[in-house]
């Protein structure tokens, strides 16, 4: 089912919560929505399951506007960071609770909770309640409840943040191919930009109540459309630049400590100020050849096994991370190193007054 989010604003008392929200879920997609506490998310994903109906805007499922469509006749199961299970119920009557208000054969409801219970892989567990289970467990289950009544949209409110690191990461796989298996269309709610990034089709970034960026998760990390969404979505390194020679295929950037080649930008003339970004793991150590290098110096290391991360100090001023994989070899603070910044890690974005954000 195409999920359409048409200009859809929404307020609690006098404060705006949505403001002009417009976005497309496609049929089968696993669609994230991701942003810091309170921009917004939750509100919208409980307007398209129906809790709360639009001031203005359309919802739409398919060709159907759902405005005023009421949350049980939508056909849309959610599922929470609480799981919401009944704890005097067993594993089976919980998913079949799910399936109460439909009218069923017994076979087709008997059916019909087996399959969600082996999608999920909990048929061994039917018997069992939830305080006899661990939370991934626990919700998987919430997952075949929500999957028994065969929703035209899954929406899932951060489902994982009630786990601990490893059962998250485990459960991620699972999610993902539950997704492969059923293709429902799923909205997914998180402000983990890892799991959004590690799962998504597409990600919507949001930001007090709008949407900044929508894409896929590589180009929102490698061409975020604002500084916002570039240090959301992982770590970066800024430098203030100036545009010294644009046009063709590529332009170059005065910054502190030397002038760099980026890549072409639309829209930014010679003498344009700028913001030049590049991600701690784009930055190559010890570089010899080739140009993009600044001359830094080490300030700190910290040895992590896999990883060794930098801070460093660029000639004429500016902090920046650096992380080199599986070192061999670290290097001592107040070492000069030669830092090569390739020209495709660059991310140019025009430098807007004041708001480091914007
Ligand atoms: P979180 O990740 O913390 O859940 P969120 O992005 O999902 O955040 P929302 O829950 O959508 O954010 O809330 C957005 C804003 O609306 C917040 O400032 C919140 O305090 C406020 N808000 C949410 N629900 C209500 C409500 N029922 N009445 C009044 N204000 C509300």
Known sequence: MRVTIHNVSKRFGDTPVLREVSLAIEEHELFFLLGPSGCGKTTLLRMVAGFYEPEQGEVRFGDRVMNRVPPHRRNTG??????????????WDNVAYGLEVRRLSREERNRRIEEALRIVRME???DRKPNQLSGGQQQRVALA????????VLLLDEPLSNLDAQ????????????????????IYVTHDQEEALSLADRIAVM????IEQVGDPRSLYRRPANRFVADFIGECNW????VAVAGGAGCRVRVAGG?????????????????VGFRPEAVVLDATDGGNVLRATVERATYLGRVEQYALRLADGPRIKALAFNPEQGRQPGEVVPVRIPAASLILLPKTNGDPGA
Do not use: C, K
């Not at 930001?207 to 709008?210: D, I, K, L, P, S």
């Open 145 to 152: 409840r929500a999957l028994v009544v065969q929703p035209d």
């Open 259 to 275: 002038e760099l080649e980026a890549p072409a930008t639309s829209g930014l003339d010679p003498g344009a100020r700028v913001w």
């Open 124 to 126: 061994d567990y039917r």
């Open 207 to 210: 930001r007090a109540g709008r």
């Open 239 to 242: 430098l203030e630049g100036e």
């Open 167 to 186: 059962l998250r990461l485990e459960m991620r796989e699972e999610i993902r191919r539950i997704h492969d298996q059923t293709r429902i269309t799923t």
């Open 78 to 91: 959610m599922v929470f960071q609480n799981y919401a299970l009944w704890p005097h119920m067993t594993v």
